[in-house]
């Protein structure tokens, strides 16, 4: 990628996965410079020049416009950096724990030129977030779900109930919807996708005092159960032959397996195969 582009707002079409994307520079300032990592790094794999991922690109069309973003676990800074250049959000915070990616994020923002609007800080989950910042949507992408709702559960107090909550989780829905549903959240939106092999859901939360799911709702996502679309349906067809097999395997197992944990296996089979039915 070139070093020096010229300054002019331009429209880049791009085509990554089936996907289109137009990003129109903002203003007269650059297009975006995103230096591609090495090739072992899982978000690097994700990127086809500047465009995102799919799974990216939908996460980043439920932070709504004009926002002002704190993107928690932000790696290498794609998403603020990406929002900002289209001209959909105001300003950002990419909130990182670890060294590495948190220079990697720096140095994101600052080749596009865009430390005036994103501010990197190395920080534990939200405490990244200052009162200052008026954050109005926090994203937290590519962790587990427990993950997820640990770092809200920490952060609480940064919680100011006027945030929207553009979650990604990989894996651990569940306890994360129940973290949401006791602390007052509602899933406003729900989405599944599939991108390299894998099963991606994105949960977008909002408070509304007194909310309440049943069990499966928790498990399956309640939006995502009532739509029931192509896409959910095809992983949780797959999901009920893994967990078909393994709860095979555990009651044939040599050595004993506590009960608990097999009937908890054999009523998830049973809520898919009820779903499916």
Known sequence: MPTIWR?????????????????????????????????????GRELNEQTLSMRLERVAAHVPAGARLADIGSDHGYLPVALLRRGAIEMAVAGEVAMTPYRAAERTVSENDLQPWISVRLADGLAAIEAGDRITAISLCGMGGETIRDILKAGKARLSGEQRLVLQPNGGEQPLRLWLMSNGYRVVCEEVLRENRFDYEIIVAEFAGTVSYTPQELYFGPLLLQARNAVFLAKWQRR?????????????????????????LAQQVRWITEMLA
């Open 7 to 43: 300054e002019a707002a331009v429209n880049i079409e791009l085509r990554s996965n089936k996907f289109e994307m137009t990003a129109i520079a903002r203003q007269n300032r650059a297009p975006i410079r995103m230096q591609m990592p090495d090739v072992g790094d899982e978000k």
């Open 240 to 264: 009920l032959g893994q967990k078909q097999r393994t709860l095979n395997s555990l009651r044939q197992a040599s050595k004993p397996v506590p009960e608990d944990k097999v009937q908890d």
